[in-house]
């Protein structure tokens, strides 16, 4: 029996089927909106102005650097004249090489981070011994890390590795500590009242309850994830998009250092928003709720 | 006691309770030398002024926390008083929350059915039929695959009465459940919680802010001030309001029923 007073999200007006996949609803109704637009501009004002004053104007300070049409070229060469484009086997290989280590890194990250975080969310006394710890050491950058990675940690992969662990690691945990603390004490005490054991109070009760700010903690996790993977991969390593850009940098390739960058930007981009669309698919309730709150 | 068939269960007893909290000036007394009685299988709608230990001795009943001195006793059990601080939290004094305390991550029907599952005296497939059932019998057909966040505030609140009775409590606490309802709902909400109650008679200790409310629902109402008094039992009394309340309700109901048919 339908409700007329349960709010449906208005469908008529985009003319497809009713049978058509929630994902095409919304791709319709972003199409239909101003928003495409809007970025088609956002995209073409900021290429206009890298080659306003870089190719067009050749501004002071500027005119060294490459310019929109030469990275363009570069990019999309057979036959690239620094050795790296689309169509050269060994750019694939600095993403995949960048891609194992910042995948590595999160995997070991989510892995250790939620456990701790969740940990520290829920037992005061845990939270005592490891919480003062956590606080000092997450404020220590990344590239101070060097050199203890470098000695402790065998090889050019290990330290690399360690180094992007490290960042999101200290993410993760502390927003699923936090996701753990956010809970309406509410939920723990009616799941109490309603007989569930610990073990149970956990499972249905802290860990969805958190995983909100677990998936905002994994979201920056992959940021952090990259950037300081790129700092490894400027200090350690034969191969990866950070070593691209090093490289290129000291031996005068001007173009590739912009093509690893944008490279860099369009993988770190893809990860985040795989990230997103998993927590989607987990948290269904979250998305059904938000949308009708407007949101 | 004599030996009746079923005997009625829920009888609370308080006595000389009392429960202060630490103040920056001190203890403040939230609870002072409280003393009633709740029959079995009554509905008690406790009614006084903010800070008057309403929520607390809610609180003391469900075990949430413990009382300083006094008693409290279920059918002649010692729930928490000299020997024991504080009463077990456990699922046959199920705690209605104010706010509602939904899982909003879990449907209507998964909320319901969480405490048997948990419990571990239902499978999942059990507890959910029974789940379904009971939603089905509140009127909630339509609501039982919504998630809470989906659901209107009024049939949020009968889906968390409903989960509280799949426990089969011996008293149901309710604090302020109807607060913020509008005064439609509200006295929707009273027809269908007189209409369970008449279904599944377990002690129902109702606290308000509302007077009407608690004396249209009560049968008897507690006005808890700095001193307890048990007030508004004469039945001729209660039998004159509740025959207004009755006519009002019917009213709201139509004009309820109505504006659900022009949405």
């Known amino acids: ?295 | 006691m004599t030996a009746t068939a079923a005997p009625a269960r829920g009888a609370i007893r308080i006595r000389d309770v009392v429960k202060a909290y630490p103040g920056r000036d001190g203890p403040v007394l939230a609870v002072d030398h409280c003393s009633f009685d709740v029959g079995a299988g009554e509905i008690c709608a406790v009614v006084g002024p903010s800070g008057c230990g309403k929520t607390t001795l809610l609180a003391a009943l469900a075990g949430f926390h413990g009382i300083d001195s006094g008693s409290i006793h279920v059918d002649g059990q010692l729930l928490c008083g000299p020997g024991r601080s504080r009463a077990e939290v456990g699922p046959d004094r199920v705690v209605v929350f104010q706010n509602g305390a939904l899982f909003p991550w879990k449907t209507n029907l998964e909320n319901v059915a969480f405490a048997p599952i948990v419990q571990g005296r239902m499978s999942r497939r059990d507890a959910l039929d029974r789940a379904a059932s009971l939603l089905a019998e509140a009127g909630l057909r339509d609501d039982i695959h919504a998630y809470p966040g989906e659901t209107s505030s009024g049939a949020r609140r009968r889906v968390e009465i409903a989960r509280a009775l799949m426990t089969d409590p011996t008293i149901l606490l309710l604090d302020e459940p109807f607060r913020a309802l509008d005064a439609l709902t509200k006295s929707v909400m009273h027809e269908a919680l007189l209409e369970t109650h008449a279904r599944r008679p377990a002690t129902l200790f109702f606290i308000t802010h509302d007077l009407g409310e608690a004396v249209f629902l009560g049968h008897r109402v507690v006005v808890l001030t700095a001193r307890t008094q048990a007030l508004l039992t004469d039945a001729r009394y209660r039998a004159l309001v509740q025959q207004v309340a009755a006519l009002v309700h019917e009213e709201a109901r139509r004009a309820f029923e109505v504006g659900d048919r022009e949405h």
Do not use: K
């Open chain 1, 1 to 295: 029996m339908p409700d007329a007073s349960s709010p449906e999200p208005a469908r008529a007006p985009l003319g497809l089927p009713d049978t058509a996949p929630e994902w095409l609803w919304h791709a319709a109704a972003w199409l239909r909106g101003p928003a495409p637009y809007r970025m088609a501009i956002g995209y073409a004002l900021a290429l206009g102005s890298w080659y306003l004053t870089v190719d067009l104007l050749a501004l002071p300070r500027f005119e060294d650097l490459p310019g929109v049409a030469d990275v363009f070229r570069e990019w999309t060469s057979e036959r690239p004249s620094f050795g790296l484009s689309l169509h050269t086997p060994v750019y694939y290989e600095h993403i995949l090489t960048s891609l194992r280590r910042v995948g590595l890194a999160f995997a070991l990250a989510t892995g250790l981070g939620v456990p701790v975080g969740l940990l520290l969310g829920a037992s005061p006394r845990f939270r005592d011994y490891v919480f003062p710890v956590l606080e000092v050491l997450r404020p220590i950058p990344i590239l101070a890390w060097v050199p203890l990675a470098i000695i402790i940690f065998d090889g050019a992969e290990s330290p690399v590795v360690f180094l992007t662990f490290l960042a999101s690691f200290f993410a993760t945990a502390l927003n699923a500590q936090l996701g753990v603390r956010s809970i309406e004490p509410e939920y723990l005490l009616a799941a109490r009242c309603l007989g569930a054991s610990r073990a149970s109070v956990f499972w249905h009760v802290i860990l969805p309850g958190a995983l909100p700010s677990i998936f905002t903690g994994l979201e920056l996790s992959v940021g952090v994830a990259w950037f300081s993977l790129v700092a490894a991969e400027m200090v350690s390593g034969q191969f990866g998009l950070g070593y691209v850009i090093n490289t290129s940098f000291t031996m005068v390739q001007y173009p590739t250092i912009i093509i690893g960058m944008l490279t860099l930007g369009f993988v770190g981009h893809a990860t985040s928003a795989a990230v997103r669309l998993t927590g989607r698919l987990l948290m269904g309730w979250r998305a059904r709720t938000l949308r009708l709150e407007g949101a």
